[in-house]
């Protein structure tokens, strides 16, 4: 019985459980939908008609982090540290991605030059707290990937977007970890079948959509 995904084409806490299915080498089966407007199957399936939705038989899981854990625990030898403590701290920093990821989208529908500038300095003092926490070596936890580097991917993936238009945020010369270790992650060969081939076209032109100080730098 193969998961089947729900998704749509943008959206980064899908692409972490992607990242999941391929790391572990799992068949599945991915749809997208329209948020924007929903078939009504999808908001009878999703409690808060957010994606994504994993189906496993008759049975519904939403939330990305539930849907994450759920695959690792299932399928495989599990990409979270064997230690208790580790993993929870592993999951702690899971949690501190996702605020990144809001961080991100804050930068983006910024309306004013002030706004912008506030939640970069907001997103540049998290990159300097990773930047403290990280060890130099190719993964969070050393040289093998585990689920809080699958977890991050996205978040750098569209750093990487917005820093073309906006260049600063991760720099060599103030994160040369963070540098490292976005590198790593980014090279690595299922983050490009995470996603849709078109995802950096529709996020830039998402980027656009929004019409915040962000777009105004845009050429």
């Known amino acids: 019985m193969k998961p089947h995904l729900i998704s749509f084409k943008l959206c980064p806490y899908v692409q972490k459980a992607v990242l999941t299915l ?10 997208y939908i329209d948020l924007e407007n929903p078939p009504a199957w999808f908001r009878e399936l999703s409690p808060l008609g957010k ?8 049975e519904v899981l939403f939330e990305s982090s539930v849907i994450v854990e759920y695959l690792d625990e299932v399928y495989g030898t599990s990409l979270h540290p064997s230690d208790a403590l580790s993993k929870a701290q592993n999951r702690s920093w899971m949690e501190f991605g996702n605020e990144c990821l809001m961080n991100v989208f804050n930068l983006i529908i910024q309306p004013e030059q002030q706004g912008f500038i506030e939640q970069r300095e907001a997103l540049r003092n998290k990159l300097d707290r990773l930047e403290k926490r990280l060890t130099g070596s190719s993964f969070f936890n050393g040289e093998n990937v585990s689920l809080v580097d699958l977890s991050f991917t996205p978040f750098f993936q569209r750093l990487q977007y917005i820093n073309e238009v906006s260049p600063g945020l991760l720099d060599p ?18 983050v490009s079948a995470s996603t849709v081939a078109e995802i950096k076209q529709l996020y830039t032109g998402m980027m656009k959509k929004r019409s915040g100080y962000l777009s105004t730098l845009m050429t």
């Not at 010369?173 to 299922?190: A, M």
């Open 173 to 190: 010369e103030h994160h040369p970890k963070l540098v490292h270790w976005s590198n790593k992650l980014l090279t690595q060969p299922i």
């Open 51 to 58: 994606v994504p939705v994993l189906k496993v038989g008759d």
């Open 22 to 31: 391929l790391s572990k080498g799992i068949d599945y089966e991915i749809e």
